[in-house]
């Protein structure tokens, strides 16, 4: 009975193991591209971190989060950068961050379905993005919207839909 056992027991180890060492961890390089736009507003964040487990063959096991540091916005223009900050609150709600709750592959590429919190409110979106592998480096690039609204976005002049674009190179860790 051990005999058996003991092979079982290893055979089930090295296939749990080849399932597991397929994620690979990826870290954030510059220059990367956080942008926002809708209406009137355009700009971009400067200050990203990220978690990045992906594996491009079996999406489903990728792990992926992200945070903006709201002062990291930049409008082009400081009044609006000030009055971007008082919109998002950004002294009570310093970050804004990003959890995929799941990845899968779509006809374009792949989607993360996640939590997105803003202000201290989230709300589920999908990221759809697209994934150019190049070795030891990579490219994420996606979008998504949001209606400001749903975050208690609500100062004057803050456009119905914002579409956040991302270019985000990577490299293996």
């Not at 971007?84 to 970050?95: C, E, I, Q, V, Y």
């Not at 919190?117 to 709300?123: A, H, P, R, S, V």
């Not at 994420?140 to 976005?153: E, R, T």
């Amino acid at each position: 009975m051990k005999k058996t056992m003991y092979p079982l027991l290893m055979l089930l180890i090295i296939s749990i193991s080849a399932f597991a060492f397929t994620l690979i961890n990826y870290k954030v390089k510059s220059p990367y591209e956080v942008k926002f736009a809708g209406g009137k507003i355009h700009g971009i964040f400067e200050t990203l971190r990220a978690n990045i487990q992906f594996d491009k063959t079996d999406p489903e096991q990728s792990k992926i989060s992200a945070t903006i540091d709201v002062e990291s916005i930049a409008t082009g223009f400081f009044l609006k950068n000030m009055h971007a900050k008082s919109a998002l609150d950004a002294d009570n709600h310093p970050t804004i961050t990003f959890v995929a709750t799941s990845v899968s592959k779509s006809s374009s590429g792949y989607q993360a379905a996640g939590k997105l919190t803003i202000k201290g409110i989230t709300k589920p979106v999908t990221i759809s993005f697209t994934f150019d592998d190049k070795g030891n480096e990579g490219l994420f690039k996606g979008s998504f919207k949001i209606v400001p609204k749903d975050f208690n976005i609500t100062r004057s002049g803050t456009p119905d839909e914002l579409t956040i674009s991302l270019t985000v190179p990577v490299t293996k860790a």
